[in-house]
């Protein structure tokens, strides 16, 4: 049997929990604290509410605002330089996956050096960043879970992944109320993202039975709350959704993601397209394309999709990739690529990035750039 590693940081969950934020920076030796957020959660009021907490606490702190989906490298240059002139040394994130990885960015540069795209890749990190304490808005990126980051490199036009230890933050504080304040667009994206953590990271070679129990449990928790949840944004179903997240995320740091990422990854560089309507469109592609590689786990997820076993296990794991087809129809995602893209010449190019993707290593079936621009023009 081989040895099994899973490795999460410390996970302070709870209503109300955005209150422990100060002591938690407190804990970790914070004398001046470098908060990261962005202008929507400013918007939705939560910003505000966690200087009246850090102020409550008497800390001294300095904030950057300045992230955008899918966050560019110089943003993290322009944070890093201005922590340094700022003497921080503990860095709150409190936000989506975003802002949380623009943050993660920003402890990367100030404390290994040089720039943002020397880290890219698996284990380039030589030293130790600084504290981190991760607050999400949101569910779907997990950053305040995982060992990943992801950010773009605005000459190449790729999204870099960045996979290191070095990158779990130390606290994870989840506050599920803070989800009340999201609308329908922005929960459908994140809630996509999670399900496609649940999927690639259960069929992943690097998943075991801690990982895989996540896995499961997330993807049931998703699949039976999101529908609930988009109807009321009732705190009830939204506090599931968050604990799917949760699990999710625990599963994919440790277990990895596929081709689905590698897929997002490439289309978000080139076109800059929000990560989880990506998934929505190509998860249920990516699923029949790993099919035969992991059969008898896609009939896992196709039960746990569909509540039903069918004849074959085949059959049961079309089932779910169908059911998935469904409920993104019926949410009102578009299903082809031309719907979102202006056209279709630079899918070879994205294709050629896409394969060169690190999340690619660990999908259960080997895919080469001609595979992967099949998937997208039978998206088209
Ligand atoms: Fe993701």
Aim: proline share 5%; net charge negative; with cysteine.
């Amino acid at each position: 049997m081989d040895a099994y590693k899973f490795t999460i940081p410390e996970i302070i969950f709870g209503r109300g929990s955005l209150k422990y934020a100060g002591i938690c920076a407190q804990q970790l030796g914070a004398s001046k604290l470098f908060v990261v957020s962005d202008p929507g959660v400013e918007k939705a009021g939560w910003v505000d509410k966690l200087f009246e907490i850090l102020r409550r606490e008497k800390l001294d702190f300095v904030y950057y605002n300045d992230v955008v989906p899918n966050p560019r490298d110089y943003q993290v240059h322009n944070g890093a330089k201005y922590y340094e002139e700022k003497e921080a040394d503990v860095i709150l994130a409190l936000g989506g996956g975003s802002t949380m990885d623009a943050a993660k960015g920003i402890a990367l540069v100030v404390s290994n050096k040089g720039n943002i795209k020397d880290y890219e890749g698996a284990n380039h990190v030589k030293h130790p960043l600084p504290p981190m304490v991760f607050i999400p808005s949101t569910i779907g990126s997990e950053s305040n879970i995982s060992q990943f980051t992801v950010i773009t490199d605005v000459d190449r036009r790729i999204k870099m992944t960045i996979i290191s230890r070095t990158l779990v933050p130390n606290i994870s504080i989840s506050d599920p109320t803070l989800l009340v304040t999201l609308n329908r667009d922005l929960l459908i994206a994140p809630v996509f993202d999670s399900l496609a953590h649940a999927v690639e990271s259960f069929v992943s070679p690097l998943a075991n039975p801690f990982t895989e129990l996540q896995s499961m449990r997330g993807l049931d928790l998703l699949i039976r709350h999101f529908r609930l949840a988009l109807e009321a944004f009732h705190l009830d179903d939204l506090e599931q959704l968050a604990i799917a997240g949760t699990c999710s995320g625990m599963a994919f740091t440790n277990a990895s993601v596929g081709l689905g990422h590698a897929l997002a990854h490439a289309l978000g560089g080139m076109y800059d397209v929000v990560h989880g309507i990506s998934h929505a469109m190509l998860l249920p592609d990516v699923m029949r394309y790993n099919l035969t590689s992991c059969m008898n786990k896609m009939a896992t997820i196709g039960r746990i999709i569909t509540g039903k076993t069918f004849s074959t296990e085949e059959a049961t794991a079309q089932a779910g990739i169908e059911a998935l087809e469904e409920l993104r129809a019926e949410i009102g995602i578009p299903s082809r690529l031309r719907e979102i893209l202006p056209d279709n010449t630079m899918l070879p190019t994205v294709s050629q990035n896409a394969a060169k993707d690190i999340c690619l290593r660990t999908n259960p079936r080997p895919a080469d750039w001609k595979d992967i621009l099949n998937i997208y023009y039978g998206a088209w």
